[in-house]
C-alpha cells in the first residue's frame, strides 16, 4: 500500500515557491473587491452627472438653443467608455469574490486583472482627457479660431462637466491603486 506522508527528502519540492499565508491573500483581495466597487461608484456618478446636464437657455435672436451632452462627440465617447468601466467594475467584482471564495485561482486572476485594469486605465484617462479638452475650450473658448465661450451663459451645464470630470479623475486614481494592487501581489509571489 502507498502511504500518504509527505516523503523525509530534504530536496522533495525544494524549487517550488511557498504559498502565501491564505489570510494575507484574503486581505488584497477584499481590499481589491473594496476599491472595484468604488470603480463602478464612480463610473456611475460620473455618466449619470453627464447624462442629466441638459441646459436650455433662451436668447432672443437665436431662439431656445439646448446644451445637451449628445451634441459633442468627445462627451459621447466620455459617456461610453465610463460605462464600460463600470461593467468592467461589476464583472472584476464577482471576479474578486470568487477568488475570495476559492484562493487558488488567485495568481491566474491577478496577472488578468493587471492587463485588464492598465487597458480600462487607458480607455478612462483618454476619455477623460478628450472630454476635459472640450469642457476647457467650452469655458475658455478660443479667440484664435473664433471659438466663444459657452460656460458663461451655461453655467449648470458646465457644472455638471466639471463634476462629471472630477468624478472620472477619480475613478483613475482608483485604478491606478488597482494595477499597483494587483502587482504587488503578484511580486509577492515570487520566491526570493
Known amino acids: 500500500m502507498a502511504s500518504t506522508d509527505k516523503p523525509t527528502d530534504p530536496e522533495y519540492n525544494k524549487g517550488a515557491p511557498p504559498p502565501p499565508p491564505p489570510s494575507s491573500t484574503v486581505n488584497c483581495f477584499v481590499l481589491d473587491v473594496t476599491l472595484r466597487v468604488l470603480l463602478f461608484a464612480a463610473a456611475l456618478?460620473?455618466?449619470?452627472?453627464?447624462?442629466?446636464?441638459?441646459?436650455?437657455?433662451?436668447?432672443?435672436?437665436?431662439?431656445?438653443?439646448?446644451?445637451?451632452?449628445?451634441?459633442?462627440p468627445a462627451f459621447v465617447y466620455f459617456v461610453a467608455?465610463?460605462?464600460?468601466?463600470?461593467?468592467?467594475?461589476?464583472?472584476?467584482?464577482l471576479a474578486s469574490l470568487s477568488v475570495i471564495?476559492?484562493?487558488?485561482?488567485s495568481t491566474k486572476l491577478l496577472l488578468?486583472?493587471?492587463?485588464?485594469?492598465?487597458?480600462?486605465?487607458?480607455?478612462?484617462?483618454?476619455?477623460?482627457?478628450t472630454a476635459g479638452g472640450v469642457a476647457y475650450v467650452g469655458l475658455k473658448g478660443n479667440k484664435h479660431v473664433g471659438w466663444?465661450?459657452?460656460c458663461n451663459n451655461y453655467d449648470k451645464f458646465c457644472q455638471h462637466l466639471a463634476g462629471s470630470?472630477?468624478?472620472?479623475?477619480?475613478?483613475?486614481?482608483?485604478?491606478?491603486?488597482?494595477?499597483?494592487?494587483?502587482?504587488y501581489s503578484l511580486h509577492r509571489r515570487i520566491p526570493k
Open 45 to 72: 456618478t460620473a455618466v449619470v452627472v453627464m447624462v442629466t446636464s441638459d441646459q436650455t437657455k433662451f436668447f432672443a435672436p437665436l431662439g431656445i438653443p439646448k446644451a445637451k451632452f449628445k451634441h459633442y
Open 81 to 93: 467608455a465610463l460605462s464600460v468601466a463600470g461593467l468592467y467594475s461589476i464583472i472584476t467584482t
Open 101 to 105: 471564495w476559492k484562493p487558488n485561482l
Open 112 to 129: 488578468h486583472f493587471v492587463f485588464w485594469d492598465v487597458l480600462i486605465l487607458g480607455l478612462v484617462a483618454s476619455a477623460t482627457g
Open 148 to 150: 466663444i465661450k459657452i
Open 165 to 183: 470630470l472630477a468624478v472620472s479623475l477619480f475613478a483613475s486614481f482608483v485604478l491606478v491603486l488597482l494595477v499597483w494592487l494587483s502587482v
